[in-house]
């Protein structure tokens, strides 16, 4: 093969290749990329007709956002390495149910608020962004500061955590959890989870 032709193929693969890797970095967004485009997502959804389809839909969108997981083990705490395998598997399980709940019960409130997002920043407890929710029509209600805790899961974004004007999900659990188990037992959380969730409190 001549030197020119040779050098030419270099370049183009050269050229290539970077194609290739630009492409794959634009696959993979910011973490702020990922919260606007759930955001956006959950809105599209909550904008059709109302039916069982739909719902099952806003619930998937909700599924996308959290990482169940790493919710449970850290609002858990310390508790959690106490746990057997069954009794991490129940309390996810719970958990995931309750939080599943209860977002779905605010989410269609939402329609009405929008988003700006303010910066990440990384922490121990993963990357930190941001926002400020405003109504978009009603100027007597106040702006409401909400932070996303996120991490990474095989890849993608996933929140672990919610601060809303400082309160954190996590924390609240958590403090909640530890009292519950330190008078009455680990089994007696569980009970109360369970019945929480079949009352629709969550």
């Known amino acids: ?15 290539l290749m970077l194609l290739v890797t ?25 904008g059709q007709p109302k039916s069982p389809i739909r719902e099952k839909r806003v619930l998937a969108a909700i599924d996308e956002v ?3 997981g790493e919710l449970a083990k850290r609002s858990l705490g310390d508790e959690w390495k106490n746990r057997s395998p069954d009794e991490q598997k129940q309390f996810q399980e719970l958990l995931e149910g ?16 929008g988003v700006d997002y303010r910066g990440k920043v990384a922490k121990e407890q993963g990357i930190v962004v941001t926002t ?12 409401v500061s909400v932070d996303y805790t996120l991490i990474q899961v095989d890849g ?3 929140v672990c955590d919610v601060i809303i004007e400082g309160s954190s999900l996590v924390s609240n659990y958590r403090s909640q959890f ?6 009455k037992g680990f089994a007696e959380l569980l009970s109360k989870m369970k019945s929480k969730l079949a009352k629709g409190d969550g």
């Open 1 to 15: 093969m001549g030197r020119e032709v040779r050098r030419i193929l270099l370049a183009v693969t050269a050229v």
């Open 22 to 46: 630009g492409s794959v970095q634009a696959a993979e967004p910011s973490p702020e990329d990922f919260l606007r485009g759930r955001h956006e997502a959950l809105t599209a959804i909550l």
């Open 66 to 68: 959290f990482d169940y």
């Open 98 to 113: 309750l939080v599943r709940q209860s977002y779905r019960k605010s989410v269609d409130s939402t329609l009405g608020w």
């Open 132 to 143: 400020v929710a405003k109504h978009k029509s009603d100027s007597r209600k106040s702006p």
């Open 156 to 158: 993608k974004w996933r």
């Open 178 to 183: 530890t009292k519950i188990i330190k008078k």
